[in-house]
């Protein structure tokens, strides 16, 4: 079973800063991992996929690189909406297909 | 655009079967290549990915749960289905359906994500 460990558990910052999230998994999932965001109350929602494909909908200054076992997500300039629980998920080695224990950006 | 909906009884006695079915309307469940999947969320916590069903009806799930967990699909129906048997109190949570597409790779399968996710149904497991 592959595990994720995502880094830092909790992130505060203020809006127009730079968030950079890690998730790294125990074996190597080549560029199968996707990220999502969840806000309270809301289902997640797809941001990246193939570790640096942005989703239907998703503004550009959500990136995400990596392959292997390190991969980061990136916020260029967060955004008022952008203070959530990040979740990284890997997509090809399963059972079971793993999420990450989430990263919480938080407002400063 | 594709949509997805949950439905079943938010309040479940221990011992018994939680049952929940997730509703895709503006799509077949048949069509294309997806994962439809379950996955669940105690209250304060992260997400844990119970299992999933092609549409050939072919199914994975988490070893975790493997032994008390099954997932159908009905195409007449445009639903797919969640049976958890025995549950404790450790089963309350937001449970949530959602799609992944996927394709060949390798020996297996592999997955894009899940783009399209229900809004989530509390359920609590309490006598």
């Known amino acids: 079973e592959i595990v994720l460990t995502q880094s830092p558990a909790t992130l505060s910052l203020s809006p127009g800063e730079r968030a950079t999230l890690s998730c790294r998994a125990s074996?190597?999932?080549?560029?199968?991992l996707a990220w999502y965001q969840q806000k309270p109350g809301q289902a997640p929602r797809l941001l990246i996929y193939?570790?640096?494909n942005r989703a239907i909908g998703i503004p550009a200054r959500f990136s995400g690189s990596g392959s292997g076992t390190d991969f980061t997500l990136t916020i260029t300039s967060l955004e008022p909406e952008d203070f959530a629980v990040y979740y990284c998920q890997q997509c090809t080695n399963w059972p079971p297909n793993t999420f990450g224990q989430g990263t919480k950006v938080e407002m400063k | 655009q594709v949509q997805l909906q949950e439905s079943g009884p938010g309040l479940v006695k221990p011992s018994q079967t939680l049952s929940l079915t997730c509703t895709v309307s503006?799509?077949?469940?048949?069509?294309?290549?997806?994962?439809w999947n379950w996955i669940r969320q105690p209250a304060g916590k992260g997400l844990e990915w119970i299992g999933h069903i092609y549409t050939s009806g072919s199914t994975n799930y988490n070893p975790s749960l493997k032994s008390r967990v099954t997932i159908s699909i009905g195409t007449s129906t445009n639903q797919f289905s969640l049976k958890v048997d025995s549950v404790t109190a450790a089963d309350t949570a937001v449970y949530f359906c959602?799609?992944?597409?996927?394709?060949?790779?390798?020996?297996?399968?592999?997955?894009?994500?899940?783009?399209?996710w229900g809004q989530g149904t509390t359920v609590t497991v309490s006598s």
């Open positions: 959602s799609r992944a597409s996927t394709e060949n790779y390798g020996s297996g399968r592999r997955g894009f994500g899940m783009d399209v």
């Open positions: 074996q190597s999932v080549s560029s199968h």
């Open positions: 193939d570790s640096s």
């Open positions: 503006g799509g077949s469940i048949s069509s294309g290549s997806y994962y």
